[in-house]
């Protein structure tokens, strides 16, 4: 029952950071990402605050310091398509998790100078992803 009901606030809250088309968000710049359900087939748009950094954009997998992995990287784990939007473009892209002393060393970066990942890191017990979505040939 908790998990729907964060399920249903959460896509709530996506709808609202589209519809009033926030680019930023705490403090952090947004990307829209689209993924398509690995199951349902459904697209679902979730905003994310992100890190630029050559070309790809890096993103963590929090969930909102919710203890289970969010659908929108479980279905880009599956090998589902995806797109990012940003800057008034759109982009196909893959989503790969950084791994290693590359994600430790992100990591404090992305807490540094994107938002505070270690309070919802301190909450759960799965290791939050770290993840780098690379722009892809359609």
Known sequence: MRRALFVRVNRVMNVVVRRFGLRRFRGGDLLMLTTTGRRSGQHRTTPLLHLARDGDWLVVASNGGADWEPGWWLNLRAGGPGTVEVDGRVVP?????????????LWVELNDRVFDFDAYQAKVSRRIAVVRLTPSAV
């Open 93 to 105: 892209v893959r989503g790969e998790e950084v791994t290693g002393p590359e994600r430790e060393q």
